[in-house]
C-alpha cells in the first residue's frame, strides 16, 4: 500500500502560481511512477502531469504544457506540481496519484491521495 497525501492548494489570483505537494509513505516511492489529476465541479478528472520513478520521461496535458512542471525528490518522498501562469479554468481539486506504469488514464492508477482544491480567481 501506498498512502499520498497533498498539500499547497489555495486561491490564488490568475497570472499567480502555486507549488503543490504529495507526500507518499508506504510502500517504496521510488518505484512509482508519479501522476497529478484534477476534477473541476461538473467535470469529469483529467490528466494533469505524470513523471517516471527516475523522473527521465514526463506527460503533460495539452492544456498545462509549459505553464506546470511535475517533478519529485525520491529521498523526501514526495512528488510536486508547479503551477504558474494560472487561469481560472484551472480551478479544480487535485490529486496526486501512483501507478506501475507512465499513463494518462485514471484508471492506470492504484493509489490516490485525498485532494487539495485550487482556486483561481480571475
Known amino acids: 500500500q501506498v498512502q499520498l497525501v497533498e498539500s499547497g492548494g489555495g486561491l490564488v489570483q490568475a497570472g499567480g502560481s502555486l507549488r503543490l505537494s504529495c507526500a507518499a509513505s508506504?510502500?517504496?516511492?521510488?518505484?512509482?511512477?508519479m501522476g497529478w489529476f484534477r476534477q473541476a465541479p461538473g467535470k469529469e478528472r483529467e490528466f494533469v502531469a505524470a513523471?517516471?520513478?527516475?523522473?527521465?520521461?514526463?506527460v503533460y496535458a495539452d492544456s498545462v504544457k509549459g505553464r506546470f512542471t511535475i517533478s519529485r525528490d525520491n529521498t523526501k518522498n514526495t512528488a510536486y506540481l508547479q503551477m504558474n501562469s494560472l487561469k481560472p479554468e484551472d480551478t479544480a481539486v487535485y490529486y496526486c496519484?501512483?501507478?506501475?506504469?507512465?499513463?494518462?488514464?485514471?484508471?492506470?492508477?492504484?493509489?490516490w491521495g485525498q485532494g487539495t482544491q485550487v482556486i483561481v480567481s480571475s
Open positions: 508506504g510502500r517504496t516511492f521510488s518505484r512509482y511512477v
Open positions: 496519484a501512483a501507478s506501475n506504469k507512465l499513463g494518462i488514464a485514471g484508471r492506470e492508477y492504484d493509489y
Open positions: 513523471l517516471t520513478w527516475s523522473a527521465s520521461r514526463t
